[in-house]
């Protein structure tokens, strides 16, 4: 197989994945995708303290995170596979 056959290969199984965690996402029976800094911190040993620096430090990619305006108030939330694979540099 040659070199760009393969990168295509590649790039398409990444986008179904995508493709799919969306309509996992978008499914009535599934989990709550988004999540706030406590709950990824413990899914992930780390304090929300480290979480946040991790943000600032521009760690997640945009995809993993988004910004909650609770008035003057804004709020983090993370995606639950996403911020994971962040952290953990599988991304």
């Keep these: 197989m040659s070199e760009s056959l393969i990168a295509t290969l590649t790039a398409e199984i990444r986008q179904m994945r995508h493709d799919i965690n969306l309509l996992i996402e978008k ?12 709950e990824l911190g413990r899914l992930l040993g780390l304090s929300t303290k480290t979480i946040t620096s991790y943000r600032n430090e521009g760690r997640f990619r945009s995809s993993s995170i988004r910004a909650v305006k609770r008035g003057q108030r804004t709020d983090w939330e993370y995606h639950r596979h996403d911020a994971v694979e962040d952290v953990r540099g599988l991304a």
């Design 27 to 38: 499914s009535p029976d599934s989990i709550n995708t988004w999540i706030p800094p406590r």
